[in-house]
């Protein structure tokens, strides 16, 4: 029997077929969208620290996708014979269908997002904490949208999985287009020429959804964006319009006022593993303090306890008189988090946040906090990437630049908080040596204004040439501190070894 040509394509012009799409095109959209909504709030629950979330998640997730969606659908529609006040809602089968997609979709989402949740990396939610950012608030601006763009290729793929499921609705009498089909041929026996027509109707319909998608994509996809460098003339301009960059009152050091920092009896351990052992320390106001010493001697650890990053086992840190971090405390309270806002913290790592181009990498924070409008944020953003050399990139993104200039975006950043105290923890280890300069004369800069700062660091030279202080920390102690001149001249072989003032 020859393939019937015209009546394949007369099959084109039936409103049916076209009203079948419709219903298509209304059921995989819904069911895609709820799914996806129902699929991150199970992925973020799975994620979650409370066993009575993430338990009654994870066995959520085991169990619809388990279960094959057609046994589902078919349970679904005849759900009222059990719960009769269902009746109202399932005896239509289009709902009854959303309801079975949805159930099913939402386990598998849960999965591509949480996918996406754990490729974004630890750094980025301790640069919004080290911002003063709650879980909410770093979860909404840097995680999920990082998140999303990353699972996005395998959602889109989602949406024409969830197209070609809905020729199953089919068996519960919903008009979709596989339905239409079924009808027209039970009549006329044409078999192949309406399935042919069927299949290139769902064709139609995952190519322009598939389309759109794509589209949506590559205008997410960061690394098609590529901002240029402004021009002089530009930056001219701006200039003319932004204010000093003095982001913060330069601390005095008169007698009588509270150290910066005051630590007592600080203790940490990883597990079995003591990594600081009762380190006592007073950083006053405008003092500049690097901390050096071996590899594994607990120097990134004790940076990282004076923001809260990390948290202690015993002792107190006092941050300008006033009770920061306690042992004990519940990690990132309330009196943590004031604290946090008048610290500034440079990671090794830099942390910019990928998807935000570097201004707004720079006023992020405080307009989170509410700290102005955003036009003013956006002028004090640009004094400050001008105060570190580069407001011709303002409107690039982080992977645009060399990690010596993101590293000069991150002080900007946590300089935008107008910080009372920054700690740099290895600025410059990421960096390859030509790159080091550039960061060292910015931190030069702050310490020549005052800043009162911490920094652990490798750069010896800088460290005795900055400081007022140097700390060599070794097996959790500080074993000595003292000022670079007592440390040039004085009686300590083992720094001066180590900082290379010796031979050893
Ligand atoms: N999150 C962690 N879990 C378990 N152990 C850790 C953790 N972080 C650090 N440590 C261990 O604590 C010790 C001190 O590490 P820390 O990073 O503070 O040393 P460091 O002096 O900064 O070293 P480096 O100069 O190599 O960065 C090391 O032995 C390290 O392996």
């Known amino acids: ?8 394509f007369s099959l084109f012009s039936i409103p049916a077929f076209w009203a079948a799409c419709w219903t298509v095109v209304k059921l995989s959209s819904l069911a895609w969208l709820i799914g996806l909504l129902l699929g991150f709030a199970l992925a973020s629950a799975k994620q979650a620290s409370s066993r009575w979330l993430s338990a009654p998640a994870s066995l ?12 589902l659908l078919i349970f679904v529609y005849n759900l009222p014979q059990l719960v009769p006040a269902s009746g109202k809602l399932l005896s239509n089968p289009f709902y009854a269908g959303l309801i079975a997609l949805v159930l099913t979709e939402a386990a598998y989402m849960a999965e591509i997002h949480r996918g996406g949740l754990l490729s974004v990396a630890k750094g980025q939610r301790e640069a919004a904490r080290a911002l003063g ?23 889109t793929n989602e949406y024409v999985t969830i197209v070609k499921l809905t020729s199953l609705v089919s068996v519960i009498s919903l008009s979709e287009l596989l339905l239409v089909g079924q009808r027209l041929y039970a009549q006329n026996f044409l078999v192949l020429e309406t399935l042919g027509a069927v299949a290139v109707y769902y064709v139609l319909i995952v190519s322009l959804f598939g389309w759109g998608l794509q589209y949506l994509e590559r205008h997410l996809d960061l690394a098609r964006r590529k901002p240029g460098t402004l021009g002089e003339e530009q930056l001219a ?3 003319r319009d932004l204010p000093a960059a003095a982001s913060r009152e330069v601390q005095a050091r008169t007698p009588g006022t509270p150290a910066a920092l005051h ?6 351990h990883y597990g079995n593993h003591h990594v600081l052992k009762g380190i006592d320390l007073s950083v006053q106001p405008g003092e500049v303090l ?9 120097k990134t650890s004790l940076i990282r306890t004076i923001n809260g990053l990390e948290s202690i086992d015993e002792g107190e840190i006092v941050l300008f008189g006033e009770s920061f971090i306690q042992a004990g405390d519940r990690p990132d309270n309330r009196r943590q988090r004031a604290g946090v806002r008048r610290i500034g913290m440079v990671f090794q790592n830099f942390n910019l946040f990928p998807h935000r181009t570097i201004a ?18 956006r002028r004090q953003a640009l004094a400050l990437l001008d105060k570190v050399g580069l407001l011709a990139h303002a409107d690039k993104y982080p992977h645009q630049l060399s990690g010596g200039q993101q590293q000069r975006v991150a002080i900007a950043r946590a300089l935008a908080m107008k910080p009372q105290v920054m700690l740099f923890d290895e600025p410059t280890s990421a960096l390859d040596p030509e790159l080091v300069g550039d960061v060292l004369a910015v931190i030069r800069d702050l310490a020549r204004e005052g800043m009162t700062m911490l920094i652990v660091t490798h750069e010896m030279d800088f460290a005795l040439s900055i400081s007022d202080r140097v700390l060599f920390m070794e097996d959790g102690h500080v ?11 004085g009686d300590h072989p083992r720094v001066r070894r180590f900082i290379g003032l010796e031979n050893a």
């Open 360 to 377: 707004d990498n720079v006023m992020l924070a405080p307009l989170h906090h509410g700290l102005g409008t955003r036009v003013e944020l």
């Open 60 to 71: 959520y997730v085991w169990f619809f996708r388990s279960v094959p969606l057609l046994v």
């Open 290 to 298: 690097s901390i050096i010493g071996p590899s594994g001697s607990g």
């Open 1 to 8: 029997m020859p393939f019937e040509w015209s009546y394949f």
């Open 133 to 155: 950012i709650g879980r909410l608030g770093a979860q909404r601006l840097i995680v999920v949208p990082q998140a999303f763009r990353i699972a996005l290729p395998t959602l």
């Open 237 to 239: 301009g701006l200039r």
């Open 263 to 268: 630590l007592s009896n600080i203790h940490k």
């Open 479 to 489: 074993q000595l501190d003292a000022s670079p001149a007592a440390i040039r001249t």
